[in-house]
């Protein structure tokens, strides 16, 4: 009895310390659960207030087409500056904000980045009414006027200025509406080309082969082309699309009083002239491309269905080694593609047929981005090259299609068909001298219809039409390659995150975070004492 007695209390004791012993575990097992799931929650607290801490500063660009990044092209070539070069935005930021909304952030965005990978890029926002030495500092360098809400881009004696809106692509039928304060700015763009503009300005104002180019757009007074509505707009787009790209451009020269003197200008531009040219006019495009021998210009003739009989430009043409045939270029529908192009007489778009042209070298096309975009040919005349054995050069740049065919203009509207084969539609013609033991050269760009510098065309970035002609000229000035930076769609979903929206952040982060963290604790140590 007491030997069992004896036994039953060293069982009791020995029970007991096996509940301390599970006890002990139990708690370890707990408490180092607690410790683990503490620190975790700290780590992760500390990790959102460095992430919080990050968006006070960068924002986060989740865009299908990166609108607050830049290209590599750009980076590149803002590195990689030895000049100084001051960006000056002239209105306030926080004003800024108000014109513009969210939109703004595209913009302060752009700008922050040029800074940062540039030392020698500068960035200012400044009121003309507040600060008129920063106003003064720019006009005596720019010679047109400088208003609030411009760009202003400057390094030495050089200077470019836009308006704000030309950073963006704008949808024009809700243009007014935004004017009568009946839509938000967001709601009429399309389209973000800040990266484009900037970039492009300063590459302008750095460049040190600046071109000049002269844009013969009259004779005695009249509109040298047909004064349509189409081609109107078409001589705006190549205008902005020279000036885009670095080139001086001089607008409206008229061709029976204008000085083509070579010392103002390296390029001439004669669009699709209705009536023959005089003579004494072909003789000063003659001179001007002559130079006195040194060479070294180039003129961009254009030509179009809608000219009249021009014996006098055909015999200059012809001394140049090509004649412009009296047809339009017509091609199959696997050929072709459905252009919007503005209406002949109206400012309205129209849709048509346009051949497909492929590109006959790749020696002008050395600063496309993407050199798989099409380009097209609306109304385009053919090129026929003339063997003339006086040392010119034609260069076929645009071909069309072995199944293409020619149409008779008094007959466009015809389907019957008088030639098939593969045409030129635009071509460059050199005419190299040797000189002094030195060769230098003259060119003759060629394009046969104003439609393809049609507006919407040249603006749609599905064509190639624009950036392969500013390429190819170019090429032929000898000239820095320009950035070709596609407008970036805004259409797409973004993250915006407004001062507003961090700050409440930081509050949750800084404050409700902490205080969930201390709750669970306490119920954690109820619950405990409680077991």
């Known amino acids: 009895m007491k030997e069992n007695t004896q036994e039953m209390m060293q069982s009791d004791q020995l029970s007991d310390k096996q509940r301390k012993k599970l006890k002990l575990r139990k708690k370890l097992k707990y408490g180092s659960m607690a410790t683990a799931v503490t620190a975790v929650v700290i780590v992760v607290v500390v990790l959102i207030n460095v992430l919080v801490s990050m968006l006070a500063d960068i924002r986060l660009d989740l865009t299908s087409d990166n609108v607050y990044e830049v290209s590599e092209e750009t980076v590149d070539y803002v590195k990689n500056l030895d000049q100084d070069v001051e960006i000056a935005i002239s209105v306030e930021q926080e004003t800024l904000k108000d014109l513009f909304g969210t939109t703004e952030m595209m913009i302060s965005e752009t700008l922050s980045k040029y800074e940062d990978y540039s030392d020698h890029v500068s960035v200012t926002y400044f009121d003309t009414t507040k600060d008129p030495d920063i106003l003064s500092k720019y006009q005596t360098i720019y010679s047109g006027d400088i208003s609030a809400g ?5 390094s030495g004696e050089r200077c470019k200025v836009y308006s704000m809106l030309e950073m963006f692509d704008i949808d024009s039928n809700m ?3 935004y004017m009568y304060s009946q839509c938000a700015f967001s709601e009429i763009i399309t389209g973000y080309k800040g990266e484009q503009l900037l970039t492009n300005a300063i590459m302008n104002v750095t460049d040190a082969n600046v071109k000049s180019v ?3 757009e009259a004779a005695n007074e009249n509109y040298i ?3 349509t509505e189409g081609n109107y707009n078409a001589m705006e787009m190549l205008a902005t699309l020279l000036d885009d790209n670095g080139y001086d451009v001089t607008r409206g020269l008229d061709l029976a009083t204008a000085d083509l003197d070579t010392e103002l200008y390296d390029v001439l531009v004669l669009p699709a002239p209705v009536n ?6 072909v003789q000063g495009l003659s001179d001007f491309l002559y130079n006195d021998g040194a060479m070294g210009k180039q ?3 254009i030509a179009d269905y809608t000219q009249g009989d021009t014996p006098n430009l055909d015999a200059f043409l012809k001394e140049w080694n090509i004649v412009i045939g009296d047809s339009i270029i017509s091609d199959t529908d696997e050929n072709s593609q459905i252009v919007n192009t503005y209406d002949v007489y109206m400012s309205t778009g129209q849709s048509m047929i346009a051949p497909i042209v492929s590109v006959a070298t ?4 050395g600063s496309l981005q993407n050199a798989s975009l099409p380009i097209v040919a609306p109304f385009a005349r053919p090129i026929t090259e003339q063997s003339m054995n006086n040392g010119k050069v034609v260069i076929p740049l645009w071909q069309t299609s072995e199944a293409s065919t020619l149409v008779a203009l008094a007959e466009a509207e015809d389907t019957d068909t008088s030639e098939t084969g593969v045409q030129t539609v635009a071509c460059i013609v050199q005419n190299q001298v040797n000189t002094n033991n030195q060769i230098v050269e003259s060119d003759l760009l060629v394009l046969t219809s104003m439609s393809m510098l049609d507006a919407l065309v040249v603006s749609d970035t599905a064509y190639n039409n624009g950036e392969y002609v500013i390429s190819a000229l170019n090429t032929l000035c000898g000239k820095e390659a320009s950035n070709v930076i596609a407008s970036k769609s805004v259409a797409a979903a973004t993250l915006d995150i407004t001062a507003d929206q961090i700050d409440v952040i930081k509050w949750v982060v800084w404050l409700v975070f ?12 109820i619950r405990r004492r409680s077991r």
């Open 362 to 365: 790749t020696d002008y096309s």
């Open 214 to 216: 002269g844009m013969i």
């Open 276 to 281: 023959d040219l005089s003579v004494d006019a």
């Open 175 to 177: 243009y007014y509406q």
């Open 150 to 154: 411009c760009v202003i881009v400057a």
């Open 299 to 301: 003129l961009i003739y």
């Open 514 to 525: 902490p205080l969930l963290v201390v709750a669970v604790g306490v119920i954690v140590a």
């Open 225 to 227: 082309y047909s004064a």
